[in-house]
């Protein structure tokens, strides 16, 4: 029985955790029924009314909005019948008929005839509706978005968009809304539709996130409006991708099938010309008259056959009638053609020794030969000859010859340049031969040569310094040198192929097919070309980092006949990147696997069984055209390939429809696809590695701060770019240089080396310098025909060579072009000559069409971008697969814009598959310094140019880019005004509106300013207590004098004392400043600062205190001078000391400092101390705690001593060490069995952030924390006796026989230019500066960055310690330039060079009075290193001296940096101990900077050994300068007496005031010494530990008694003195 009722459905709410699809009343019925013949109506479809109350009137521009909503798209909403409602099944039954009864009453008892079926608690709105005919929907909207309440925008917008689907989708009818605040659906903009379309549909977890952050920033703008602030920034949300809306008339996607391999561009190639195989006839190039290092007399050169030797067709090929391309072809389209397998594993069955590797010709060279496999084809070529045919036997279609490694680089090994001709062209011609004889055996299957070119062992992209990733041991011209060599004797022997093989680093293959290509020119033959790459893992990467399909992209260019994989792996590990290769390459594809990896003996298990199983997977899955082995293959395995893959089809070509550029770094990436972070089908080129796109590269590149330039890389990759702008062009830099160690570097950097590069300048040989070391098909920027077509020519030829594309800038010869007409026209006639000219590949071609400023003010250029993005089009369809680029930033210089839209359409009409780009700032230069307009241009102007006319790509910064949709609407409207040159009033509009903006910015600043003025300033509303914490924790003392006496005033009234403000309000923020700084919130210096607010409020209540005490002791008839201490108010005593013979304090103070704020008494008895005054000091004040601190080694025996002493005495003091010396491990072993007990234990503190907690638990006799030290101080003996045990030491004589070996033949010590010695008194502080380290200031600070933030500058990057490391920075740089003012610090050092030489026992070094060397001065004595070692030498310093019969020298020097003391006795006495601390820190810094700048003066002049040296900060701050200047006393040489050796042979403290302690520490502290050795390969290293043999040598050497020797070297010996 028919029904009319309304099924009001629950509509709760989206976005609040729940599965959203569950909750949508018109979730679409699956229900299928059956279809009913047609059935005439003329009833109308139901109303939509709920859809049309969505909708806005035809009279108004849009449906009535709240303040916030959004605002209505351009797009027209529906007409009012709107989309059609979807029809239900029952509808037909209500059709106009004749009625057979009365309508029937609804009681079931009235119309008994059926019971009721329905079920009304099952289905969704559909489904009801399919169930419940005539029945309506209804529901409370707003339950729906309830979760965004407060912020309508958000919630209509879902209520649209739900609507919107439910009415017109499944037939909702009505709801509860409140229609004033509806929203049409078209109405909403497409970013705020999406949002809420995902929502609704719940398309994932983080929908609801998006649209949370979308209602916070709709909220944010709310309150901004309330308040006339600043509109925030908008988010971006989830990327809309957007399609192109031209097509040009040659666009197609129709893909044709490949009948051949891509073909080299050369007429021999293109027209199949057969190479006539005769190498000695007419005049050869020089280059292969060159490459024939021996007589060709007598050699066969002429490997032409006689035409009529076998018939034409039928599988037959006679060299010099026939092209092997054309026949390769056919033979690998109709069968997997087969390759041999290893020669190595086949040389190593015929278990040759050295003698047959020499051979009589070879049998008194110097070098032992064994290995060499190559040299056996002029030894023993009948072994070669033997291998090449049992592989032949076993049915190779092709075999490799034995030249694996037949390059001049590689045969340096054995110093066997000169015979690289002979191997290459005799392992030819047995080849050659052999193959020949197979093809007489059966002329149908004739046999072929593959020309094997190995990698050699030098890597081009890969450094092999661990410390400079820009060294390399060979460069891009030394490779195509050896390669080309190679070349000449592989083709005068006969190969017919040329096979690049075993690649692991691209570099070094693009070398080699530039010699290939270089040959083929300079011959003029055509010679098909096969490349074979190496993964070298699991990683599917090679050795350099490429990708399989990153290093096709790289080999592209030269058109190889066959590219695939081979060597590293097994077939089983190399399938998945087989597979992955052959789906990119459009050429044949090879493979020739290990058998298997190789098992533990080097080996390789792979039977010829199961090598034919793996590789029939290949060819029965259409992977290859031609399979071999590698590693461990035999003729067997080839057999049994060549068994199982019979009869299966190669490889099919495959189709290919137009070409698209493809580019590649470490991975591919294909230009045509790419998609930016906009969404737009537009190539970001990142532009701030350029200088002149980014100020802060610039300083970068010129100051030789190329780490930190890499940064700016890697941001720009991060941001979005999708290939790296390279510029270093500036009058101030060596762009050539700076060009290749920006790429040596980059190329290392995984994370910006995975983009292509663009290489840009503007002179051709930094664009070539760049080229050469990019191991990616990179794009060149740029060429144009201003330099005339000649020179273009040759510049396009060479980029072609490189395998590049190239940016064409729309330059002639008469200028650059400015309208439209000019750029189609040098655009077209660029295309033209690289097209048919230089046969440059169109797809590789980006157009430039110059972006020009627009709206500068000038009538002429409001045009610009309108003329640009007009031509674009054009050039696109004139010049075939050309991109076009941009500097867009160029449009808004002023702003210029309509003829730019034009001219890049115009562009892509005329230039078919070109590319377009242009430099995208260019566009709004005009309004630098307002970014918001800026990118509101540019963000108009791309939409534009890319989906309208087919621009491609620019130089941009992605980081800044917005999408259009991004902008308000009436940024929008002015933006695309100006862009599209709509009238003269528009750029008047739009640079009122930069005026707005930049209002905006400086309101921004100003009241951002004054925004944090008010909140800074709030805290002094604050109550006292409050007012003092915030002063402490953030280390303001201009309030504190004022506030510690409001709080004593407050106190004392109340009936307190002034030592109560100590005890309360200030204890009390100190404890906040201690737990803060322990758990890592607060750093050093703020704790530091904190002390000095501590220190000054103190000091302002030490008269009341004072006062009170006598007082009190007066009245209690007292004499007040009489009375002891009152240290009744701290948490604990301690007391710091620096031991004797040491004078360095910092670290110690740092200690007290922070013990200090965490209300400890600290008694700092300053350095030099004797052991006797620290523990006079100790019993005189009643400590708690000891604290020994030392820097130098010395300082270890006097802890130990000290230890020992207070033993004697009877103390009970917990003793903790500390310094830069110590050691947990040292003070566990040497100090803590003289005196630990758990009453008294001996701790190593390893800095300041710990040494509150050790203290506070020994104060509080933590018995636990004491009981763990002793557990773990015994596990550390434990560990270290242990060790001694299995540790091993060779004797002296072993350690001499084994001694550091340097060739002062080869490399004569250079004669000192001045000798004896010199006072360095000429040096200022500004000549210093320059030379300083500012790491190890931070680490004074313990203010240490995480990866990759560790070291300066990048510290400021960190997040957790960057902003106080960039304070205490800028504080230290203020200092310093107060020091230079006020001549605070000064400088002074003294050098000495002398003659010198190794004396015979090679330990001892002996110094000369002068250069007759027949007095001996001083002789400095030397430790050698004995702890066993596997091939390494044993090192001494007397090793890096020549020995007598060579004239050598020794340097030495001693600096220092005066009046520290002073000026921290200063700072001490104003309670300062932040600028006390700074102050020693920088003097360290300072003194170090000396050395460097002494160090250097050194080397240049005094004695002048690298006087050609120029090298930057940087790289000096890294040690690469030639020689050493160990310090006396540390690793190299750890005794500290030879530093008094030192001091007596040039007068240190006579002459430089420079002071040595009984210890050998220098006085100042700020002082530095060392020996300077000159010799290049002298280097760093550790002595280590020495066994009791040296010792007493040493001990006599001296003229020392074995007692003094071994406390000098506590802890540098291997036994135990005990």
């Not at 499944?170 to 970013?191: C, H, Q, R």
């Not at 709004?924 to 006319?949: M, P, Q, T």
């Not at 407050?1050 to 906040?1072: D, F, Q, R, W, Y």
Request: hydrophobic fraction near 40%.
């Amino acid at each position: 029985m028919e029904r009319s009722q309304v099924t009001t459905a629950s509509v709760l709410a989206v976005a609040a955790g729940a599965t959203v699809l569950a909750y949508i009343l018109w979730q679409r019925s699956q229900t299928t029924e059956k279809k009913a013949e047609p059935v005439k109506t003329t009833a109308p479809a139901p109303a939509a009314a709920a859809a049309a109350a969505a909708k806005p009137s035809a009279n108004t521009e849009a449906a009535p909005k709240p303040v916030a909503a959004p605002v209505v798209s351009e797009n027209k909403p529906p007409t009012k019948e709107g989309p059609k409602r979807p029809t239900f099944s029952w509808e037909k039954n209500y059709a106009p008929k004749q009625q057979l009864e009365p309508p029937c009453p609804t009681s079931d008892v009235a119309q008994n005839k059926v019971p009721n079926p329905y079920k009304y608690n099952e289905g969704n709105t559909k489904t009801i509706k399919e169930q419940c005919p005539l029945a309506k929907i209804s529901g409370g909207v707003s339950n729906l978005s309830f979760g965004f309440r407060g912020v309508n925008v958000i919630r209509e917008s879902i209520h649209s968009v739900f609507l919107y689907k439910c009415c017109y989708e499944s037939g909702m009818d009505m709801g509860i809304v409140n229609p004033k605040e509806m929203f049409a659906y078209d109405s909403l903009p497409a970013d705020m539709r999406q949002l809420c379309t995902d929502v609704v549909f719940n398309k994932g977890e983080e929908c609801t996130e998006a649209l949370l952050e979308r209602c916070m920033f709709e909220k944010s703008c709310l309150d901004a409006k309330k308040k006339g602030l600043p509109m925030p920034k908008k988010p971006r949300g989830a990327m809309v991708t957007k399609a192109r809306t031209v097509k040009f008339s040659w666009e197609t996607d129709e893909k044709v099938q490949q009948k051949e391999p891509p073909c080299p561009t050369s007429d021999e190639a293109q027209n199949k010309v057969p190479n006539p195989y005769k190498y000695n006839e007419g005049k050869m190039p020089p280059l292969v008259s060159e490459a024939r290092t021996i007589g060709t007399k007598g050699l066969k050169m002429d490997w032409s056959q006689p035409k009529d030797l076998y018939p034409v067709g039928g599988g037959h090929f006679v060299r010099g009638r026939d092209s092997l391309r054309t026949y390769l072809t056919k033979l690998m389209t109709s069968e997997i053609a087969l390759y041999d397998g290893a020669m190595g594993t086949m040389i190593q069955k015929h278990k040759l020794e050295e003698e047959d590797y020499r051979g009589e010709r070879f049998k008194d060279c110097e070098n032992l030969m064994k290995g060499n496999n190559d040299m056996l084809s002029v030894t023993m070529p009948e072994v070669i000859k033997g291998i090449y045919s049992e592989y032949l036997a076993a049915g190779s279609n092709m075999i490799g010859t034995n030249t694996f490694s037949s390059t001049t680089i590689a045969q340096a090994d054995y110093k066997l340049e000169s015979l690289v001709y002979e191997l290459n062209y005799h392992s030819a011609r047995l080849a050659r031969e052999a193959c020949d004889e197979y093809t007489a055996k059966d002329p149908t299957k004739p046999r072929f040569v593959c020309g094997a070119m190995g990698p050699t062992n030098r890597t081009g992209s890969i450094s092999p310094d661990v410390e400079d990733p820009t060294t390399r041991n060979v460069t891009f011209d030394e490779l195509v040198e050896a390669y080309y060599a190679q070349i000449v004797g592989l083709m005068d022997g006969g190969a017919d192929i040329l096979m690049v093989e075993t690649i692991f680093d691209t570099l070094n293959a693009k070398a080699a097919v530039f010699a290939v290509g270089e040959y083929l020119e300079h011959t003029g033959v055509d010679v098909p070309l096969f490349i074979s790459g190496t993964l070298v893992d699991q990683s599917g990467r090679t050795l350099s980092g490429q990708t399989g399909e990153a290093f096709y992209v790289s080999m592209r260019h030269a058109k190889p006949m066959c590219i695939g994989l081979n060597c590293a792996l097994g077939a089983k590990q190399m399938a998945p990147f087989l597979e992955r290769l052959s789906n990119v390459a459009e050429c044949f594809v090879h493979v020739y696997s290990n058998a298997g990896l190789p098992n533990a003996m080097g080996g390789y298990d792979d039977t010829p069984a199961d090598m034919a199983r793996d590789n029939l997977g290949f060819a029965s899955k259409g992977f290859v055209n031609l399979m071999g082995g590698c590693c461990g293959s035999t003729p067997p395995h080839i057999k049994a390939i060549a068994d199982a893959t019979r009869g299966i089809k190669p490889r099919p070509l495959p189709k290919l429809g137009l070409p698209k550029m493809w580019l590649s770094g470490l991975e591919d990436l294909v230009v045509d696809d790419a998609v930016n972070h906009l969404g737009l089908p537009f190539l970001n080129v990142g532009e701030r590695c350029n200088i002149a796109g980014s100020l802060m590269f610039k300083k970068l590149i010129v100051n030789n701060k190329y780490a930190e330039a890499m940064d700016v890389a890697k941001k720009q990759v991060e941001a979005g770019a999708h290939v790296i702008d390279i510029n270093v062009d500036d009058g101030m830099v060596d762009g050539k240089a700076a060009m290749e160690k920006f790429v040596k570097m980059a190329v290392t950097e995984p994370d910006i080396a995975k983009v292509p590069f663009m290489i840009d300048s503007s002179k051709f040989e930094i664009v070539e310098a760049g080229l050469k070391w990019c191991q990616g098909k990179a794009i060149v920027n740029s060429i144009s025909l201003k330099v005339g077509e000649e020179l273009f020519i040759q510049h396009a030829t060479l980029v072609k060579k490189h395998g590049a594309a190239v940016v064409v800038m729309a330059f002639d010869e008469k200028g650059q072009a400015a309208t439209e007409a000019e750029k189609v026209r040098i655009c077209k006639r660029s295309y033209d000559i690289l097209v048919d000219v230089v046969k440059f590949a169109p797809e590789d071609i980006i157009f430039d069409p110059n972006i020009l400023t627009i709206a500068t003010g000038l009538p002429e250029h409001n045009n610009y971008g309108i003329d640009f993005i007009n031509a674009t089009r054009t050039i696109k369809e004139q010049c075939p697969l050309a991109k076009i680029s941009g500097g867009v930033s160029n449009l808004s210089f002023g702003f210029r814009g309509v003829n730019v839209i034009r001219e890049t359409r115009t562009i892509k009409e005329q230039c078919p598959l070109a590319k377009i780009s242009g430099g995208v700032s260019n566009l709004s230069f005009g309004f630098r310094g307002v970014n918001v307009i800026r990118e509101g241009i540019h963000a108009v102007f791309l939409e534009k140019a890319c989906l309208e006319s087919g621009m491609d790509m620019g130089i941009v910064n992605p980081k800044e880019m917005l999408a259009s949709h991004e902008l308000d609407e009436e940024l929008r409207k002015l933006c695309t005004d100006v862009v599209l040159n709509k009238g003269e009033e528009c750029t008047e509009a739009l640079l009122e509106r930069c005026q707005k903006e930049k209002k905006i910015l400086d309101q921004r600043k100003a009241g951002g300013g004054a925004a944090k003025e008010e909140d800074t300033q709030a805290w002094r509303k604050l109550g006292i207590q409050e007012r003092l914490t915030h002063s402490l924790i953030h280390g303001i003392s201009e309030y504190v004098d004022g506030d510690t006496e409001e709080a004593r005033v407050m106190i004392c009234s109340a009936g307190g004392k002034p030592l109560n403000v100590i005890e309360g309000p200030l204890m009390g923020g100190m404890s906040i400043v201690g737990d803060l700084f322990g758990s890592g919130k607060m750093f050093l210096p703020q704790v530091i600062k904190s002390a000095r607010v501590m220190k000054k409020a103190v000091a302002h209540l030490l008269p009341f205190i004072e006062k009170e005490k006598r007082d009190n002791l007066i009245a209690q008839g007292l004499d007040p001078d009489e009375a002891g201490e009152d240290d009744s108010m701290y948490a604990g005593k301690v007391l710091m000391a620096t031991v004797k013979g040491d004078v360095h304090d910092i670290g110690k103070n740092i200690v007290a400092v922070v013990l200090g704020c965490n209300n400890f008494k600290v008694y700092d008895i300053g350095v030099m101390c004797q052991c006797e005054d620290i523990i006079a000091a100790a019993i005189k004040y009643k400590v708690d705690v000891i604290g020994l601190s030392g820097l130098i080694t010395p300082s270890l025996d006097e802890m130990i001593y000290v230890a020992k002493q207070m033993k004697k005495k009877g103390l009970s003091i917990p003793v903790l060490i500390g310094g830069a010396t110590t050691s947990k491990t040292h003070t566990a072993v040497k100090i803590a069995p003289q005196y630990f007990t758990a009453e008294h234990p001996v701790i190593h503190v390893l800095d300041a952030s710990r040494s509150v907690g050790v203290v506070s638990s020994l104060i509080a006799k933590d018995g636990d924390y004491v009981g763990e030290l002793v557990e773990e101080y015994a596990d550390i003996r434990d560990e270290y006796y242990a060790g001694l045990e299995e540790r091993k030491y060779v004797d002296m004589a072993k350690a001499q026989k084994k001694k550091y070996v340097i060739d002062f033949a080869a490399t004569k010590p250079v004669k000192a230019a001045t000798t004896g010695v010199t006072v360095v008194d000429w040096m200022s502080l500004e000549d210093v500066i320059p030379f300083i380290d500012w790491n190890p200031f931070f680490q004074t600070w313990e203010l240490r960055g995480r990866y990759p933030n560790r070291g300066f500058p990048k510290i400021f990057d960190d997040e957790a310690v960057g902003s106080e490391a960039k304070k205490v920075y800028d504080e230290a740089l203020e200092m310093l330039a107060e020091i230079v003012k006020n001549k605070s610090l000064t400088l002074k050092g003294v050098v000495g060079i002398f003659p010198a030489n190794t004396k015979d026992n090679k330990e001892d070094v002996e110094v000369f009075t002068d250069e007759t060397r027949s007095a001996t001065a001083k002789t400095f004595c030397m430790l050698r290193q004995q702890a066993e070692k596997d091939d390494e030498p044993y090192m001494s310093q007397a090793d890096f001296v020549a020995p007598k019969g060579t004239e050598d020298y020794l340097g030495m020097f001693a600096v220092s940096c005066f009046g520290t003391d002073e000026m921290v006795a200063k700072f001490k006495a104003d309670n300062d101990p932040h600028r006390e601390i700074q102050v020693q820190a920088l003097a360290d810094r300072i003194v170090e900077a000396f050395a460097e700048a002494v160090h250097r003066e050194m080397r240049t002049k005094m004695w002048g050994y690298a006087k050609d040296e120029v090298m930057d900060t940087t790289d000096l701050l890294k040690v690469k300068y030639d020689g050493i200047r160990p310090a006396p006393g540390y690793p190299s040489q750890p005794d500290h007496t030879e530093k008094f050796a030192m001091w007596d042979l040039i007068k240190a403290e006579k002459l430089a005031g420079i002071k040595l302690s009984e210890t050998g520490s220098m006085i100042p502290a700020s002082s530095v010494s060392a020996l300077v050795f000159a010799h290049p390969d002298s280097q760093y290293f550790a002595v280590g530990q020495v066994t009791k043999e040296q010792v007493e040598d040493y001990a006599s050497r001296k003229g020392m008694t074995m007692e003094e020797a071994e406390r000098w070297l506590g802890p540098n010996l291997s036994y135990d003195t005990a």
